[in-house]
């Protein structure tokens, strides 16, 4: 089944990481990030808990 809560951290943690590749670019000069690939996971930290992975990749780019 679906878990509301679950997916809506997911989805902040996926918006986290899309506007730091934008920051990212932004040092960069760049005008666009192209490619953009998300993934997620988990770790089990301990019996308690888990810690949730999100990370984003891309390419930035620069247009003529």
Not at 28 to 56: H, M, P, R, S
């Amino acid at each position: 089944g679906r878990t509301g809560s679950y997916e809506k951290i997911f989805e902040k943690g996926q918006q986290t990481a899309i506007e730091e590749l934008k920051q990212r670019a932004g040092k960069l000069d760049a005008d666009a990030v192209i490619g953009i690939e998300i993934d997620t996971g988990t770790i089990n930290v301990d019996n308690k808990g888990v810690l949730l992975l999100i990370t984003a990749s891309g390419t930035a780019v620069k247009l003529r």
